[in-house]
């Protein structure tokens, strides 16, 4: 089985503490900084909350297992999000900055995509986050190659600190940090090789150890865009990894507000237009079905990827019962040789091989925005409050 749990660098956080009953309750330390960490899951639902916690209850052969999200949803309060929500964060670091705040962005997806949501850019996106100067102080995701090949001689000449890598990560940092992972988005939890790619939970993390430093006031935004990538290419064991991931990055803030009380949390969940369910309502069927997905170790994009122009040798590699990818993956003959043959795609054969065991669909109803917030109130609703909280000069 894959390992269920991935090192989170700076911060390193073990099984245990991904489950909510596993938090100290102590009283919180009160500190001097106000720091706001909003984390934005585009995709995500109650829906995808329901099956992710029966996921990790099967995978981790823990029936009552309690997750992150469920203390977030007990001692946290639900605020209103409306459907266009992330949109109305516009400039919301870029004025945090001007209050005064530390800023930082971590997201999975392009930085030159996502970055001008969150902060006014003059011109070319990547010149003016390569810049001297550039606003944020913390910046971490895809999108290297936009970037450009000059980006890290760019950012130290003024002073910061290019992270190109994962390996990178374990660098001393100083002054703005930069941290392109990808050239393009980051893969999926379940994909990624952690010594070439960091991921969202080890970037949010490094971001709050480095934003938090000396407590300094700040604004982190974690985006995570690969639920609803998961969802709109309906790979069910990518989407339930990256429940995982996300589940993690919750248990972090929730930790660290253990000791600050003047950490504020903000969660939205931004729901869609499809949502997974089980297509079976029989109990036993469900199990078997997440069973099944807890022994997968790559999505079925994934498995696409590395299957394509393999040989016979690594086919059954592939398929090994004891050490493949894809444990007991069942092909034809004729399968096996049209993948080898390059006449089917092997993402394809993949999917068509599992789908029906998995009893997963996505044509659930349209789920609405849900947001909460912990450490702060938000009575006009989520947007409201978070603009209001940034515009107020940090102290």
Known sequence: MKTLFRTLTATTLSATTLCAG???????????????VVVIAEGASPQVLDMGKAYLRKADDDAELSTSFDTLMTTGKMTDAGADSL????????????????????????????????????????SAL??????????????????????????????GTYLNSAEALDAEVSGRVLAAQADGDLDFALDRDPSAQAGLGELATLAMDTLGAGDSPFVLVIHDTLVKKAIDTKDTPALLEQYRELNAVLADVQARRDDNANL????????????????????????NALFVL???????????????????????????STDGQYKGFRLSPQ??????????????????????????????????????????????GLVAALQAAVAAPAK
């Not at 001297?132 to 950012?155: C, E, P, S, T, V």
């Not at 994934?302 to 398929?319: Q, R, S, W, Y």
């Open 22 to 36: 596993a938090f100290f309750t102590a009283a919180p330390a009160q500190a001097a900084a106000r720091q706001y």
């Open 87 to 126: 949109s109305q964060m516009q400039g919301l670091l870029e004025n945090a900055e001007k209050s005064g705040f530390k800023t930082g962005l971590v997201t999975t997806g392009d930085l030159t995509a996502v970055a001008p949501l969150f902060y006014a850019l003059d011109g070319d996106a990547a």
């Open 130 to 159: 390569t810049g001297a100067g550039a606003k944020y102080d913390f910046l971490a995701g895809g999108g290297r190659a936009k970037l450009g090949a000059d980006a890290g001689g760019k950012i130290k000449a003024s002073g």
């Open 264 to 287: 504020g949390l903000a969660v939205l969940m931004t729901g869609g237009g499809a949502t997974p369910r089980f297509t079976s309502q029989v109990d036993a069927e469900q199990q």
């Open 294 to 320: 807890s022994n997968l170790s790559l999505s079925y994009a994934g498995a696409g990827k590395a299957l394509t122009g393999a040989n016979d040798e690594a086919i059954t590699a592939f398929v090994d």
């Open 335 to 380: 399968t096996r040789e049209q993948i080898i043959a390059g006449t089917l795609n092997p993402e394809v054969a993949v999917r068509a091989a599992y789908e029906s065991a998995v009893k997963v669909g996505f044509d659930g109803p349209a789920a609405a925005p849900v947001a909460y917030t912990l450490g702060f109130d938000a009575p006009n």
